[in-house]
């Protein structure tokens, strides 16, 4: 089982950015987790992030290629306005999780709209870094890898 793991813009700066609102910990940190996870289970796991939408679409086009079966997903300011990669994840039509740290729910009234949600296998929000792995257990039981498998 192939995993991709997508983070959108200025999530690389997580354990210094909004720490308020985002937590301490870092990305490299969600990272090592779910690749830990991942390869405990026997999957395989890749991690990208970008701060810039084309090459996110990119990235998302190359999956299908590559064979990807799941995509874990946090678009960040993506995720409330981008058609180009909500398009791109419609047509490689790859499962996937989207994911957000905090509760884009109890926060501005523009964060509540997605243009990935409707596409989604499911949502996860305002857990922190736990929605991460959350997903990747999801990912992990459709393919017969989870803990019960
Ligand atoms: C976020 C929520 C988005 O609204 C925001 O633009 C982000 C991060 C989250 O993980 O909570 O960058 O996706």
């Given at each position: 089982?192939?995993?991709?793991?997508?983070?959108?813009?200025?999530?690389?700066?997580?354990?210094?950015?909004?720490?308020?609102?985002?937590g301490?910990?870092?990305?490299?940190?969600?990272?090592?987790?779910?690749?830990?996870?991942?390869q405990?289970?026997?999957?395989?796991?890749?991690?990208?992030?970008?701060?810039?939408?084309?090459?996110?679409v990119?990235?998302?086009?190359?999956?299908?290629?590559?064979?990807?079966?799941?995509?874990?997903?946090n678009?960040?300011?993506c995720?409330?306005?981008?058609?180009a990669?909500?398009?791109?994840?419609?047509?490689v039509?790859?499962?996937?999780?989207?994911?957000?740290l905090?509760?884009v729910?109890?926060?501005?009234?523009?964060?509540?709209?997605?243009?990935?949600?409707?596409?989604?296998?499911?949502?996860?929000?305002g857990l922190?870094?736990?929605?991460?792995?959350?997903?990747?257990?999801?990912?992990?039981?459709?393919?017969?890898?989870?803990?019960?498998?």
């Open positions: 089982m192939r995993i991709l793991v997508l983070h959108g813009p200025n999530l690389n700066l997580l354990g210094s950015r909004e720490t308020a609102v985002y301490s910990t870092t990305l490299a940190e969600i990272d090592a987790t779910l690749m830990d996870r991942a405990q289970a026997g999957a395989q796991i890749e991690s990208f992030q970008s701060n810039h939408e084309g090459a996110l990119d990235r998302v086009q190359a999956a299908r290629s590559e064979g990807c079966d799941f995509i874990l997903i678009p960040a300011a995720t409330h306005t981008s058609v990669l909500r398009d791109a994840m419609a047509a039509a790859i499962p996937f999780v989207e994911v957000h905090s509760n729910y109890r926060r501005e009234a523009f964060r509540r709209q997605s243009y990935f949600s409707d596409l989604a296998e499911g949502v996860i929000v922190g870094p736990a929605g991460y792995r959350l997903a990747l257990e999801f990912a992990l039981e459709q393919f017969g890898q989870g803990p019960r498998a």
